[in-house]
């Protein structure tokens, strides 16, 4: 579907009237997920550590 300036539109998300538009809207969500992927990574090593942490303590007290 080709709207009056010849640029093509994206006919699968009604409300991205472009595909540049919907390729910034898909960046955006890939970028935030990446971000919450990152900060479950740091809250799962810390976690990790802790845990080492406490089973050492409870080996050698």
């Given amino acids: ?5 010849g640029k093509k539109r994206d ?5 991205a009237s472009t595909s540049m538009e919907s ?3 898909l ?6 997920q990446h971000e919450d992927i990152v900060s479950q ?3 799962d090593r810390s976690m990790r550590f802790l845990l080492i942490d406490r089973c050492l303590r409870f080996i050698r007290p």
């Fill in 41 to 43: 990574a740091r809250v």
């Fill in 23 to 25: 390729k910034i809207v």
């Fill in 11 to 15: 006919v699968s998300d009604g409300w």
């Fill in 1 to 5: 579907m080709v709207n009056d300036h």
């Fill in 27 to 32: 960046h955006e969500l890939s970028t935030a």
